[in-house]
């Protein structure tokens, strides 16, 4: 039998993860893994605002220190996949690349076309570079406003005040902060940013800014010397201009298996994928949701090339990790389906393990390598599940 060729775009978490499990599978001796990526880099996004801070001099490490030499590399974007001719083609110009599977990985990044031209965009490595030299060019007393709430603004804004404790921090958010957590964590994380200095405006809407204000849906314009915006995400356009079934946002729509339903032999892991409501309307664009999509995509794509039915994602949580600053950070425990329970744990001790999940993400990665099949993760909710409140204290 000829070899036989899986290629996966994208070498964040989701590509990474199910190169290493597809490379290090023995059920496949034949297999050929190539990873397409535009730079010999794997970024830990989880690490983006250490960097933006200062904290942290880069979140990039050497692709080949995380990905298997089982696995071939091809530092080029893929520009059109030819789903008709199991194809994918280069922006280089180099000589299009067959494939028997392929795994759709390319990830998001901040919505550049969505951010005020006064406002600096903040989701991928390009962004904290450029943020961080603004930081550091602002005097005592320079005002930074933090546009969005979610856990990427909570995480930049304690680790900005923290790191620069003579400016003056503030986080904007369109409802309550932390309005995700339970009572417990709201309370946690808002003493957290108290501490720190952070000014909270909740409630608050923007409707535009420039280099030196901006202006609240109500009227009220504020001084800021560095407004950043992270509020929303885009994904590539690849598949939408490769013509791949896609959503609104442009994510590639895949079934309960991850496999897209016009051509079953491509599959999609991370952030750029649509998957169903009836296993994924809980999942939530994060490093907890791509390694376990990148390692069950592989699963699911060693079945297809053995001529096995493709078994159907199951995916959940257990906490949410939230960094606030290098001092302290919180631990939310959720349920299957990311609705908080009421315990939490706060402080240093939070902070130390948040550190800890940081490096295991690698380990986990790395450990495909030596054992496919070693990473695992909590399965999703059931049904009924879904429909059951929990009491959030």
Sequence with gaps: ???????????????????????????LGDLQVTVVNPVADFVERIRLHEVAAGSRASAAVPIRS?????????????SRIDPDNRQVHFSSGRAPLGYDGLLYAVGSGHVSSGVPAGAY?????????RLRARLSQLGEGAAVSIVGAGLTGVELVAEIAERYPLLRARLVSRGIIGGDLSRSGQRAVRNRLA???????????????????????GGVTLHSDCTVWTAGFSVPDLARDSGLPTD????????????????????????????????????????????????????????????????????????????LGRKAGLIQTVTADDRPRPFVVGGRLAGLAKEQ??????????????????FTWPKGPLPADVAMPVEAR
């Excluded at 070498?11 to 597809?22: Q, T």
């Excluded at 995380?66 to 893929?78: C, K, M, N, T």
């Excluded at 409707?207 to 204000?213: A, G, H, I, L, V």
Aim: proline share 3%; net charge neutral; with cysteine.
């Design 1 to 27: 039998m000829s070899s036989r060729r899986v290629v996966i775009i994208g070498a964040g978490y989701a590509g990474v993860m199910a190169a290493n499990r597809l490379a290090g599978s023995k059920q």
């Design 195 to 217: 501490a720190l200095g952070v000014e909270m405006l909740e409630n608050t809407g923007v409707q535009r800014c420039d280099d030196s204000t901006f202006t609240t849906a």
């Design 66 to 78: 995380v990905l298997g030499g089982r696995a071939d590399f091809i530092e080029d974007s893929a």
């Design 357 to 374: 999940v940081c490096r295991l993400t690698l380990s986990w990665i790395r450990g495909e390598l030596r054992r496919s099949g070693s």
């Design 248 to 323: 609104a946002e442009g994510r590639l729509i895949v079934d309960e298996s991850l496999s897209c339903p016009d051509y079953p032999e491509i599959f999609g892991a991370g952030d750029a994928v649509r998957v169903p409501d009836s296993v994924g309307s809980h999942l939530r664009m994060s490093c907890a949701s791509a390694l376990p999509l990148g390692a069950h995509a592989a699963d699911n794509i060693i079945a297809r090339l053995q001529n096995r039915s493709p078994a159907a994602l199951s995916a959940g949580y257990v906490f949410r990790c939230i960094s």
């Design 121 to 129: 965009g903040f989701g991928d490595a390009k962004s904290a570079v």
